[in-house]
């Protein structure tokens, strides 16, 4: 959600500053903006309702220079879409502000401000910010102590970058509840909400902790800590490699991601799994010692990511023997909890900033939890940076907002985690040895299912009018209709639930008719019975099938249901993989519609507020 960047450089900036902004479209956004203090030391700003190329194209037509900027893109919370609701928003033609978050004390500011003499030109709570500034520089105060002075007022969460006309060689930013990662040059230093948007430009990234404010400077960043003390964030250098401008032979990044899913996971499991056994290690250090105390796991997470918790739940209590819980993150850090003697709290998101997930893992720490571990994707993140013990995922850059590869990884991360804390709850060594093998053979399985991309994107075809949808699932294939369920929501606009099988007598067969697509997900195993029972009660009805399903599950194709042949896999790894297909049929479903695949309306990829 929201992106920023900033910078403070002898040249100019603005090049810089768009192409960091592009490289954050990923997040979602509205709008985009700059605003840079040009050699004339006046502060210069180019807003634009839409795609960052539209800001792109008016900077070219009217070009800003000047070393010192920052940029923004909005995704909207106060305020509709606009160019008046834009970022940077600016007080007395000086003080330029960007901010990611949500202010929400802003209509008493307001308020007060206005009581002051300040007036206002958006409908956004970010305003409050610039005006606040100014006010406080009214009291002979630096750029510095008027933003530490500002933060000290604002209730609710916020990244924020401030620049001054009359101080053009610093920007200050503070950092409470939402991302901000230093970038160093040489003679330049730069800002932003996540190090992909700088990468062009450094390898050497510094992360703010939790009510950090830091001046930034050409050449030095000091960094303040909540007390207004002096503290050391240690920079380091990023292996991170990343190219947003490359979508390959793809037509989109979403494609591309799910194509990809192979070569991700044989990146998360390479030198984990050594002749079938696990490296414990790669838990991060002390993993041995807490899994061993562990009885019990709460998970916690937030869309996509809580489908992969609550597979997580089925492993971890059939086979690891270790009681479970999976709950929403907005959800559990709003209600009061029973915490379990010795239980570890696990977060599971892409980017590692997901605000409720972060703000659960924080009460966690409070209430009494043994210890803490998240599967991330993004290393140097504050999930990352405050859990106990870690588990990066390595899926690589997702540029796409529905997640395919940051899922699957996750998957496997929790698999891998299942087997960490089952070798000390008394699972068998040729259990151990039955996941290692099913792990390793997992990559080669899924290349097998994306090859039936062709006769899924036939199948797409059937949904070309369809305006709603029902997926099914049974055991640990439920959060997988869950999940398929939400892709096709999410990119191609079609209202879709998903169901445990048997639950359709308790409400959803009423819902069956010709007009009603029902996707199943039917690998071969136990329970494979009672969901071809599940199966003919929506054909009685007269509901229209897409079943996928192993050749040995023995489903055929006739006029009221259509079957796609799944590779035959392993029941440990069959919530994996059948997981591809209804990405591919939600993937192709979105191309007949029309809509934007890779970032659909009203989404962003890293949910940064509440």
Not at 87 to 93: D, L, N, R, T, W
Not at 316 to 324: D, F, I, K, M
């Amino acid at each position: 959600m929201c992106g920023i960047v900033g910078a403070v450089a002898q040249r100019d900036v603005a090049d810089i500053l768009v192409e960091g902004l592009k490289r954050l479209e990923y997040r979602g956004y509205d709008s985009a903006g700059v605003a840079i203090v040009d050699n004339n030391n006046q502060l210069q700003r180019a807003r634009r309702l839409g795609k960052v190329q539209e800001l792109a194209d008016a900077l070219q037509a009217n070009p800003i220079a000047g070393g010192t900027g920052i940029a923004h893109t909005r995704w909207a919370t106060h305020g509709a879409p606009s160019e008046a609701n834009a970022h940077p928003h600016i007080s007395s033609e000086t003080i330029a502000v960007v901010h990611n978050g949500i202010i929400e004390n802003h209509d008493a500011l307001r308020t007060r401000l206005q009581a002051l003499g300040y007036s206002f030109t958006s409908e956004t709570d970010t305003e409050v910010i610039a005006h606040l500034v100014h006010h406080e520089l009214k009291s002979g105060n630096s750029l510095l102590s008027a933003v530490q002075a500002t933060v000290k007022q604002l209730e609710g969460a916020y990244g924020t970058v401030v620049l001054d006309t009359r101080d053009k060689d610093r920007v200050v930013v503070a950092r409470s509840g939402s991302p901000l990662v230093i970038g160093y040059g040489v003679g330049e230093n730069f800002i932003a909400s996540d190090m992909l948007a700088l990468l062009p430009v450094t390898r050497k990234f510094s992360f703010l902790e939790e009510g950090d404010v830091a001046e930034v400077t050409r050449f030095e960043v000091n960094v303040f800590d909540t007390d207004g003390k002096p503290v050391k964030r240690e920079a380091k250098e990023s292996e991170v490699s990343h190219d947003t401008g490359d979508k390959g032979e793809y037509r989109h990044y979403m494609l591309k991601e799910t194509f990809e899913q192979p070569t991700a996971i044989r990146n998360t499991l390479e030198g984990r799994l050594l002749a079938n056994v696990l490296d414990i290690n790669t838990f991060g250090e002390g993993a041995d010692d807490i899994f061993q105390e562990i009885e019990h796991v709460q998970i916690i997470a937030c869309g996509t990511s809580y489908h992969s918790g609550m597979v997580a739940r089925y492993w971890l209590e059939a086979l690891a023997g270790v009681s479970c819980n999976i709950e929403i993150a907005s959800e559990f850090r709003y209600r009061q909890s029973h915490v379990p003697k010795n239980a570890l709290l696990v977060t599971i998101s892409q980017s590692g900033e997901t605000a409720d997930t972060l703000a659960a893992l924080r009460l966690a720490k409070q209430i009494g939890y043994r210890a803490s571990l998240t599967i991330c994707n993004v290393a140097g993140s504050s999930l990352v940076r405050e859990s106990d013990l870690a588990f990066m995922t390595k899926a690589g850059a997702e540029i796409g907002v529905a997640s395919t590869k940051a899922f699957t990884t996750q998957l496997v991360g929790l698999l891998m985690m299942t087997l960490a804390i089952g070798q000390h709850h008394g699972m068998s060594k040729e259990k151990q040895t039955e996941i290692a093998q099913s792990l390793m053979t997992l990559p080669s399985k899924l290349e097998e299912v994306l090859a039936l991309a062709s006769s899924i994107e036939d199948l797409a075809e059937d949904f070309a009018d369809k305006h709603h949808a029902l997926f099914l699932g049974r055991g640990d294939q439920y959060p997988i209709a869950m999940e398929g369920a939400l892709k096709l929501k999410e990119i191609s606009y079609i209202h879709a639930e998903a169901y445990a099988a048997g639950e359709l007598k308790h409400g959803p067969l009423a819902l069956i008719d010709a007009e009603m697509p029902v996707i199943v997900v039917a690998p071969q195993n136990d329970l494979i019975e009672k969901l071809k029972s599940n199966v003919e009660e929506v054909r009685a009805r007269g509901g229209l099938m897409y079943v996928f399903a192993d050749s040995n599950a023995n489903f055929s194709s006739d006029d009221t249901m259509k079957v796609i042949n799944v590779p035959v896999c392993d029941d440990l790894i069959a919530p994996i993989v059948y997981t591809l297909p209804l990405q591919l049929l939600s993937y192709y479903v979105a191309i007949i519609k029309g809509t934007d695949v890779d970032q659909p309306r009203n989404l962003a990829k890293s949910v940064t507020v509440e």
